[in-house]
Structure formats: C-alpha cells, structure tokens
C-alpha cells in the first residue's frame, strides 16, 4: 500500500473545519489592518534561498528539498530548485521583480499555504507544513523602518490570537541589531568561542568560524551550558538600534501589550536585523513556537533590489491549529437536515426540495430512494442532522412533508412555504 511521506499529513474533516475557521479569521484580521494577498509560487531558485537565509543556517544547509530540474538543450545546465522552507524570500523576490515600490505606501501583504523543511519529524513538526505570515515593506520615505510598523504588527498577531480564543501565548523580544553591530558582535563572539569550541559539537565547531551567530540555533544539550556564557548581542546594539528597540518597547507598553525580552534569541535565519520576536504557547509542548519574525532592513538591497526595509511573521498553522484542538467543540457545522426520498421515483423530488433549502443557506444532506426508511433515520442521525424530512408520494400530493426532529423524535406536517422557517426558527 503506497502511503503519504514521512513527515506529510492528510488533513481530513472534521479537521479541516478548524483550519478553515483559523484562516478566514486570519483574512478577517488581515482586511481590518489593510493588508492583502500575495500568492508566490512554491518552489523557487534555490539562490534565492542561500542568499537571504543564509548558507550556514540549519534550513539552508540541511533541510531544503533541492533538486537540478532537467536541462532543456544540450548546452544548457539543469537549474538547481528549492521547494520553499519559508516565504518571506519569495516574498522580497516578488517586491523586487515587479517594482512594488514604485506603488504608494507601505506593501503590506500576507500568504496562506505549505512549506517544506527536511526536519526531523515529531509533534508540531512537519516537512510539509503551513504558514499564515505577513510582511510589510517598503521605502524608507514610506515610513518603513518605522519602530510604529513593528507594534502594529505585533498588536495585529494579538487581535488575530484574540479573535481566535487562543490564550496562553508569550512574545518573546530581543533586537539583534544591524549589520554595524553585528560586525563587532561577531568579532566578541569569535573570541569568546575560541577557548570553549573545542569542546562543542561538530556543527558548532563549522559555525564558530563560518558564521558565529548561527551557535545560538544548537540544540545540542551538552553544548548549553557554553552557549549560554556567550556574550549576548543586545548588550553591542549600536545607538541607533537602541533608539529604535526602546521605542518598540515603549509603544508596546502604550498599547498594554504584554512581552518579556530575551536577549539570546537570535532566530534560525541570517536576515533578520533589529527587531526579533517569537511567539510560544505553553500547550504545545516541544516545539512550543507558535509563531515567529522581525525585521530584515537589508534584505532588498542583497537580492539586489533597492533600498526597502521591512518587518514580518509567520505562524506556523499546524501549531496553531494544535493550541485550538482542545477548545473547538463547536466548530463543525452539522447538517440542519437529511432527506429521506422514500419510494421509487422520490429522488427527484429530494434533489428539488435540497436545492430549495440549500438556497436559504441550510446545509442538507441527500439520501436516496433505495432505502428504506429505517436506514435513512438510522443515517441522519448518525451524521448528527437536527432534521430528518421525509419525501414520499403523499407528501409531494399533498405539498407538505413530515419533519421529524432527531434528538425528540417528534414529527410535523410542514407545508413546503413553511419547512424553511421552521428549520431556521428551531
Ligand atoms: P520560522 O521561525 O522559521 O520563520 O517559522 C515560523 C513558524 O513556522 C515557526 O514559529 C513554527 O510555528 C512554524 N514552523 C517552522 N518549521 C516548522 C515545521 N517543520 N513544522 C511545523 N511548523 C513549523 C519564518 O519562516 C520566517 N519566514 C518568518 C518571517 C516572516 N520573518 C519575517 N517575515
């Protein structure tokens, strides 16, 4: 039996009913803060992903499904592709390519859809899994380097928890500077590695001379107690970092919004310059990050687009869907009714009568002439409809139907004018 690869799921219903509620609520948001859609395509360049990720990142280096698609003459090389591990590249790439900044404003737009990262699969970690993120980007004349953009981001992904019942949630907060800082970041950070490295794993060991800052993405147990001597780049933001992390600070507080810093987080992918942030939830056990972004103010300019400093997220929606399991009872909508053609020649009459009531917005499920009537009750109330509505020869004589209410057992002649009403009015 050939089955679906490690690490992919199907999602089935009732399921699916939750991820439906999540992204039309996450659309709902997005509308009321003016964003919109982009869509990008799902497998890109694989440059587009060692330049803005970075090479010596753990998605980079091991995790991407990368392939050479076939070369299309005989002098040609096959392309080296990448199925996307995430989307803000993809996003940049787009902003770039089709001049967005030459459009009024900030860009804000916001994706739904799969990414793909060759993890080690467990609970709340997939090689297929979902984002709902947002970026906003744009020309600095636009204001977007604006401290403001971050806390409007921030108090969206709020609303959007909010919105979704989901409590239980820290923001976690650090400034990771800019590349002036990092520079001199790094420069401590190779001196402080030099005694200890030895002493780490092998990853570490390639990192601390390749890109030091990656150290802080180990999960290594052993190496914890190092990493976490290490200097801190929140203590080397330069003034102008400072400036901007303290008024992030300050307008979250304005807006009462709840958050703790954490100087070590640095996030697993090197585009990220000042703001940084994670969102964990305390249900969700390991991998317990809900959501995560931050700025990447030089972004643009190293896919060789023009100046355009931005800021974004991306929750990952299998999580989330995760942290909403417990609490989602009523979100599946049940059939109001189930019709039960009985006799020869009724399943005509059934599909009119559903198409009426389909009409007001009712959901109906269809049963067939070929049973009998026992089976149809048996199967309406198995599906949990509310009604069951018999359809027989008398009934269509006499324009009226009987409607039996499952939970009581109670059955009605209704007219055909008045089954809609008496649905709805129960
Ligand atoms: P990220 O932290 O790599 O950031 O991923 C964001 C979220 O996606 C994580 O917090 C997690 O919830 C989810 N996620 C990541 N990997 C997996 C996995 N294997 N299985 C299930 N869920 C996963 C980014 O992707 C950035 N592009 C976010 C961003 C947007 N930064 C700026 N703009």
Redesign the pocket.
């Known amino acids: 039996m050939i089955k679906a690869i490690r690490?992919t799921r199907d999602l089935l219903p009732p399921e699916t009913a939750l991820w439906n509620f999540v992204e039309a609520a996450a659309r709902d948001v997005f509308r009321d803060y003016n964003f919109h859609e982009i869509r990008t395509p799902v497998f890109e360049d694989t440059q587009l992903f060692a330049r803005s990720?970075g090479e010596e990142t753990d998605?980079v280096s091991k995790?991407m499904y990368t392939w050479e698609d076939r070369a299309r003459g005989q002098s040609e090389k096959g392309q080296s592709l990448t199925l996307r591990?995430?989307?803000?590249?993809g996003?940049v790439r787009a902003y770039i390519e089709h001049k967005m900044w030459e459009r009024p404003g900030v860009q804000k737009l916001y994706y739904l859809g799969p990414?793909f990262?060759r993890?080690r699969?467990q609970k709340?970690?997939?090689?297929q899994?979902?984002?709902i993120?947002?970026?906003v980007m744009g020309p600095p004349a636009a204001g977007s380097e604006s401290p403001a953009r971050d806390a409007e981001l921030l108090e969206m992904l709020a609303a959007l928890l909010d919105r979704l019942g989901v409590d239980g949630w820290k923001l976690e907060l650090n400034s990771v500077g800019c590349q002036h800082d990092r520079a001199i970041f790094e420069a401590a950070l190779r001196k402080a590695l030099k005694p200890v490295v030895s002493r780490m794993c092998a990853d570490c060991q390639r990192r601390a001379v390749t890109n030091p800052l990656r150290v802080f993405d180990c999960k290594v147990p052993e190496d914890q107690p190092i990493i976490a001597g290490l200097p801190q780049i929140a203590d080397y933001l330069d003034e102008g970092c400072r400036q901007h992390f303290a008024e992030v600070q300050a307008l979250l507080n304005e807006l009462e919004f709840p958050f703790v810093l954490n100087g070590r987080l640095v996030?697993?992918?090197d585009?990220?310059t000042r703001t940084a942030f994670?969102?964990t939830h305390e249900a969700l056990g390991a991998?317990n990050?809900?959501?995560?972004?931050?700025?990447?103010d030089g972004l643009s300019e190293a896919l060789g687009g023009p100046k355009a400093p931005?800021?974004?997220?991306?929750?990952?929606?299998?999580?989330?869907v995760m942290a909403l399991e417990e609490s989602s009872g009523g979100i599946v909508k049940k059939p109001d009714a189930y019709i039960a053609p009985v006799g020869a020649g009724m399943n005509g009459h059934a599909a009119r009568l559903a198409r009426e009531l389909r009409r007001h917005d009712l959901v109906v499920e269809l049963g067939d002439e070929s049973f009998r009537l026992k089976k149809s009750l048996e199967t309406a109330s198995r599906i949990g409809a509310r009604f069951a509505i018999i359809v027989g020869e008398n009934e269509i004589k006499a324009d009226q139907f009987a409607l039996k209410e499952l939970s009581t057992g109670q059955q009605v002649a209704v007219s055909r004018a008045e089954l809609v009403g008496k649905i709805q009015g129960s």
Do not use: H, K
């Open positions: 690490g990720v998605i995790e591990p995430e989307n803000t590249a996003v990414q990262r993890e699969p709340g970690r997939y090689r899994f979902y984002q993120g947002a970026e996030r697993g992918l585009y990220y994670e969102f991998q990050a809900i959501l995560g972004g931050g700025r990447y931005g800021i974004g997220f991306a929750i990952g929606e299998d999580r989330l």
